[in-house]
């Protein structure tokens, strides 16, 4: 069985469960990239004001209310674009190659082994596209590696966890986890199911790390690093 059969209507990873704010925070983006990548936005030019189109779609186009899908589209997009700095106009090109010529579509959610692993058809070509050498591309490559093991995959190379990168610590650690199946997608501590802001609202409201840690039966480092978490803009 399935473990989204819970959820007969609706894949809870296709809802729109987050606002831009709380995606930003989640995927370490600023919100006002965040947002361009899904609404487009509008820039100044010397005869006017031109725009450019988003590259992802929203799970709710009228609030811009993102789901866990355009959570993993955008932590593999920002990974796109970690290393290179690359336009998004370029990227936008090699997605739609990837679709229109190659057959993948929705490749930054769907096609983990198309990215990374020993089909690399699609790395070849996009870095074909931003004319990048051998070299090059085996660095994105492992770019890619190191936030795509962030992600939790199902059988068929659907994303059902999200670990997001802590700030300032290991890229390996994976304390913190995003699933649509537990706490409505809110951030939760791994192994124990703790929502991350319901530790930092006790803390804020007064109380000491070691007591809540008691009162959840965790350890004291891991509330702080719910805080770490919690507070990282």
Sequence with gaps: MSRFALYPEQDPRELPAYTVAEAARFVDVPAATLRSWFAGRTYPRTDGVGSFEPVLAPADTRTVRLSFR???EAHVLRAL?????????????ALKMAEEKLGIPD???????LLVGGQNLFL???????????SEQIAMRRVLEVFLSRVDWDSRDLPIRLY????????SQRSIVIDPQVAFGRPILVGSG?????????IDAGEA?????????????????????????
């Design 81 to 93: 674009r970690t290393r290179h700095g690359i336009r998004l106009k370029t990227v936008r090109d």
């Design 194 to 202: 703790v929502s991350t802001s319901a530790l930092v609202q006790r």
């Design 107 to 113: 490749l930054l959610y769907r096609n983990k082994s």
């Design 124 to 134: 070849e070509r996009y870095g074909e596209l931003l004319q990048l050498d051998v």
């Design 209 to 233: 790390i070691d007591a809540v840690a008691r009162d959840y039966d965790i350890a004291p480092h891991d509330v702080e690093t719910a805080i770490l978490f919690e507070k990282a803009a």
């Design 164 to 171: 997001p990168f802590l700030p300032r610590t290991d890229t």
């Design 70 to 72: 355009n959570l993993v």
